[in-house]
Each structure stands twice: as C-alpha cells, then as structure tokens.
C-alpha cells in the first residue's frame, strides 16, 4: 500500500537529519583518519566552514574530492562531498558519496547511514533505505532514528503494523515528546485503520501541523471513519471542515478523497 504521506514525513526526517548531528557538522569529531600533513587539516576546516555558512559549496566540494584523491580511505571526505553534493541537488553523486562514507566506516557512524537511508527515501530506493535503518537500530539500539526511519519507510513499502511497532519503539528512546514521531504514528493508525486511536496522536501535533494538507485529509479520514460507525453529526461536520481546508487535494489517497467526496 503506497501512500503520499512520505512526502511530507520524509521532509520533515531529511529537514532534520543534518542539524540534528551538530557537533559532527562542526567538524569537532572523524571516523576515519585524515591525512597527516598539516595543507590537508587546513583544506578540510575550509571544507567545513564552507558549509556551515553555506557558502562557495561547490569550491567546498572540491576540496573534499581533492582530500579523496590524497587518502581514499578517508570516510568523512566521502561523506561531506556527498553532503555538498545533495545541498546542491545532485542526489545520484551524494547517494554514492554517502555509500562509500557508510561503508569505509565500519558501521561506527550513524550519521552516514542515516544521511545514506533518508537519501534513498528520497529518490525511491526504499528496499536500501529499509536496509541502513534496520542497521541503524542494531549499531545504535539506544537512538531513536532508526526505528523512526523503518516506520517512516511503512508508509511505502506498506507493512504498517511492522511501521507501528517501530515508531512505539522510536518514542520509547526520545527523551522528550518528539512532534514529528507523534504526527507519524497518527498516519501509520490511520493507514492502519485504528482511526479512534489516531485521533488522539493527531490532535497532539494540531497546533503544529494544523496548516498542512497531509494533516488535515488524514484527520478527516480518521473523524469521518469513527463519526459514521457512532453516528455523530458533530464529528461528521468536523471531518468536512479539515477536509474543505486541504489546498492541494491531489496529494491525499484516492481513498480519502472518496469519503468526502459522496457526502
């Protein structure tokens, strides 16, 4: 069962995934050696300051391409031009960066993986994707991400009761409420056709999510679904609210649309 919900889940996972890696991105940390001459640690700081400001990626890119050429067994080269590359949109030339990244570093970083299965996600690789999450889960039990990840590649590859088991697991690990793993659960109930239960996770992240197409036709599908079963006109007038407020209705199920668009 395919669902466009990815889009917008995946979104929030890839928006998150380099910034939620801080200290690596500051350069603070390596999993691989760097060459030892002193013109290689400089270029690879340039290399970093370029994009934590975001700028001269491409000049950023070069440098570690050149650092590549010196040491091919230098694991974060790899993976930072693979970062320059996805920044700049060329996600082919990062997915292959990320992959020699992931693979120089005997599975010692998480951000490789997680960066190298979101990717994959991203341009339809989902069997790959699923594959680095399930590593990240056994290498790095105690974070969330990976579990969260397998649940987010649910709402494509479909097995949503497999989604729900991991994205409880991935709630168990963060230290606080996480929004975004709360708004994915209330999708993975929906297509789970637990609407009672879903309801509850998507007035969580209302405040947060209330804007949003793939919120709104997802809590209307959930309301529309118990308001007919118990008969309730209020819930019913609901559910047509947040539906009416979806812009773009292209984007929901063929499914959802049905409901709404026989009453």
């Given amino acids: 069962m395919k669902t466009k919900i990815l889009i917008l889940t995946l979104t929030l996972f890839v928006n998150t995934v380099s910034f939620s890696q801080n200290d690596y991105f500051k350069g603070k940390r390596l999993y691989c050696d760097m060459p030892k001459d002193s013109e290689s640690k400089k270029r690879f ?4 300051e370029c994009i934590q400001r975001n700028l001269y990626i491409g000049a950023a890119n070069k440098i570690f391409q050149e650092l590549i050429a010196k040491d091919s067994t230098f694991c974060d080269a790899y993976f930072f031009a693979g970062y320059t590359f996805k920044i700049s949109n060329m996600p082919e030339d990062a997915l292959f960066m990320y992959y020699m990244a992931d693979s120089l570093s005997n599975n010692k970083s998480i951000e490789f993986k997680q960066n190298l299965a979101a990717l994959s996600l991203q341009i339809g690789n989902d069997t790959f994707a699923r594959k680095k999450f399930k590593e990240m889960t056994t290498y790095f039990p105690g974070s969330p991400e990976g579990f969260y990840g397998i649940a987010l590649s649910s709402t494509t590859i479909g097995d949503v009761d497999y989604g729900l088991i991991n994205i409880n697991l991935a709630e168990a690990r963060y230290p606080t409420e996480n929004k975004d793993a709360q708004f994915l659960k209330a999708i993975l109930l929906n297509l ?3 609407y009672q239960e879903s309801i509850v996770y998507f007035e969580k992240v209302q405040s947060e999510f209330s804007k949003d197409d793939h919120f709104n036709g997802s809590y209307a599908l959930s309301l529309y679904e118990v308001a007919t079963i118990n008969n309730d ?4 007038k609901k559910a047509r609210k947040h539906y009416d407020k979806v812009i773009n209705k292209s984007n929901l199920t063929d499914y959802i649309k049905a409901k709404f668009e026989k009453t």
């Fill in 192 to 194: 789970n056709g637990k």
């Fill in 45 to 48: 700081k340039l290399g970093i």
């Fill in 233 to 236: 006109e209020k819930m019913l």
